[in-house]
């Protein structure tokens, strides 16, 4: 789950620092992404706590110093959609469980370039910069079937005042690479 967490009044307005696995502290902006365990019997939250482990910038390095990332941090992450492995069949769809999401910012809320997209392996924890998919104020993107299992599309939304619709198609191993231990050809 998305959500923007600030230090409260009457400290000085800024972000909850949060630690990645290798004790990186991220303390700027405010979007984090967070899980829940919910047990589907009794409908209560049994665990959660934030979903990031490790973190890799728009040149696929692991982040080691918050310089890494535009603004020191993560900013404005808006919705986002979760897509389970092989959603249209046997080798179709994303190889892992991924959480996309984006940065719902522009240089008009302050930012130097436009928003990154996002994706985030569930079971590892890893979170992938994907600056193969452009700067934008991005508001989600939909998993798209290719009808084949070499390829796959995503269409996103840039939220900016009239932008369309963007179509991103590539072979699965080129985006794959970057957020799946496990791709194939």
């Not at 692991?62 to 310089?67: A, G, H, L, Q």
């Not at 897509?83 to 179709?92: M, N, V």
Request: a negative charge; aromatic letters at 8%.
């Amino acid at each position: 789950m998305n959500h923007e967490i600030e230090v409260p009044w009457p400290r000085v307005l800024g972000a909850f620092p949060f630690t990645l696995a290798n004790g990186t502290v991220i303390a700027k902006g405010g979007a984090r992404i967070s899980y829940f365990d919910i047990d589907k019997t009794s409908r209560r939250v049994v665990d959660g706590g934030l979903a990031i482990a490790r973190m890799y910038d728009r040149s696929g390095n692991v982040v080691t110093n918050p310089s890494q990332l535009e603004l020191g941090g993560l900013d404005r992450m808006c919705s986002a959609s979760l897509y389970e492995p092989q959603s249209f069949g046997a080798g179709r769809g994303l190889v892992n469980r991924i959480y996309l999401t984006g940065e719902e910012t522009a240089t008009s809320f302050g930012h130097p370039h436009g928003g990154t997209f996002w994706a985030l392996d569930t079971a590892s924890g890893d979170f992938w910069a994907l600056p193969d998919l452009g700067r934008g104020s991005w508001e989600n993107a939909a998993l798209i079937d290719t009808g084949n299992t070499s390829q796959i599309a995503l269409l996103l939304g840039d939220d900016a005042e009239a932008r369309p619709l963007y179509l991103m198609s590539a072979r699965r191993t080129h985006l794959l690479r970057r957020i799946s231990s496990n791709a194939t050809a």
